[in-house]
């Protein structure tokens, strides 16, 4: 049933984080620990209250760094290359879902909040080079984050992405808002099923859900 809803699809956009790799690996968790530590770093907090911070700036501003530049005029340079900085061991090679990629009609293309040569590390992990067309990072947004709709327009813009002719695969919902406003195709990925307008597809398997679209 699915693959008539990306029969018109030109252009297929990935996520990163917990997207292109199951949160099992729970990679991002090494991530967390080193986004909390420069809180404390950066503000001069202990470890409860960057933790809270950490929280509040993600839910408040879709980023823990969009909230440290807005409210504490934090230099982003720094900020991605000391959070990025983390092992890779826990990532695996999947040749299923390489396959699955590289067999989609058109452009593919990775989006995520994280910096690219991060994105580019762990596509490498994943056993996924030479897929992508481009991967963009939060830098190439102007260092606005997903879910500001002000994010994609510019890597869109940069991109060409023909909106109307795309597709999103993202494990936020929230991610998800923006895309669909501008026509995409929207598929959630990640274990819980979250009913939303703007939600046209979910799948907790993303190496199936692509299997069956051609």
Known sequence: MAKEFFAHVE?????????????????????EVRMTQF???????????ADRLRLDYWRR???????????????PGPY???????????????????????????????????SAPYAQRVVEARGLEGLFDAIYG?????FHPKPDRAAFDRVFATDGVVTAR????????????????????????GPEVV???HVHHHTDDLSGFLSRLV
């Open 80 to 114: 991605l290359t000391d959070v990025h900085d983390i092992s890779f061991d826990v990532l695996e090679a999947d040749v299923e879902l390489a396959a699955h990629i590289r067999a989609l009609p058109g452009r593919k293309i990775v989006y995520t909040n994280g």
């Open 138 to 142: 939060v830098e190439h947004a102007g």
């Open 166 to 189: 795309a597709a999103m695969f993202e494990d936020d919902v929230r991610n998800l808002a923006a895309p669909h406003a501008m026509g995409m195709r929207t598929v959630l990925v």
């Open 39 to 49: 809180v404390m770093d950066a503000l001069g907090v202990d470890r409860a209250e």
């Open 11 to 31: 252009t297929w956009v990935f996520d990163l984080d917990n997207t292109l790799y199951p949160p099992e690996m729970r990679l991002f968790d090494q991530i």
């Open 61 to 75: 501003h879709g980023t823990t760094l969009a909230g440290l530049m807005r409210e504490h005029d934090v230099d």
């Open 195 to 197: 009913e939303a307008d």
